[in-house]
């Protein structure tokens, strides 16, 4: 064969047709995709913009019980989700990961509060009492009390825990 045979332009600008295992990897991570929609729970799952086609196929795979079954479902949702619009999915799933993220954040800064407070009691009390004036300062010191005699014993945590709730609850109020 001649050289000009390879030196076609619709080859030479662009790269050509994508190659198999391209399209294998593209299904696959429109399956990984899908089975994200498929574990979120519905509420979350009915603010995302999706078509009724892929709200049917998620709510038959989540009836199917055989694993081959769901395992074929699953590849269909993949190619379902290739009509999608998947920059709106990707940015409303963006959007849960910031809520969890923060909410994992706030959840870690109770605890440490929490433990801070048991740890050092009084003087740890008297900042908190600062920044939050409206806080009951009785009710603040009896728990933490409470907290340390259940640590001293090696009882369950149940004082400790009712901090953090008490903590939660008002925090989350201001």
């Known amino acids: 064969m001649s050289d ?98 923060q909410f994992r954040q706030r959840f870690h800064r109770l605890e440490a509060l929490r433990d801070q407070l048991i740890r050092d009691g009084d003087p740890a009390l008297s900042e908190l009492l600062e920044e939050h004036p409206h806080l009951d300062r009785q009710v603040v010191r009896q728990m933490i009390r409470q907290a340390r005699q259940e640590a001293e014993r090696g009882k369950p945590p149940a004082a400790s825990r009712k901090l953090f709730r008490y903590l939660r609850e008002f925090l989350e109020e201001a």
């Open 4 to 101: 000009d045979f390879y030196d076609n332009d619709q080859y030479a600008e662009s790269e050509g047709p994508p190659s198999k295992s391209a399209l294998k990897r593209e299904m696959t991570e429109l399956q990984k995709f899908g089975q994200q929609l498929i574990d979120m729970p519905d509420s979350r799952r009915a603010q995302i913009p999706l078509s009724d086609e892929l709200r049917d196929a998620i709510a038959l795979y989540q009836r199917l019980t055989q694993r081959e079954a769901r395992r074929r479902q699953l590849q269909f949702i993949g190619k379902q989700m290739r009509r999608e619009d998947s920059d709106a999915i990707s940015a409303a799933l963006d959007r849960f990961e910031q809520q969890d993220q």
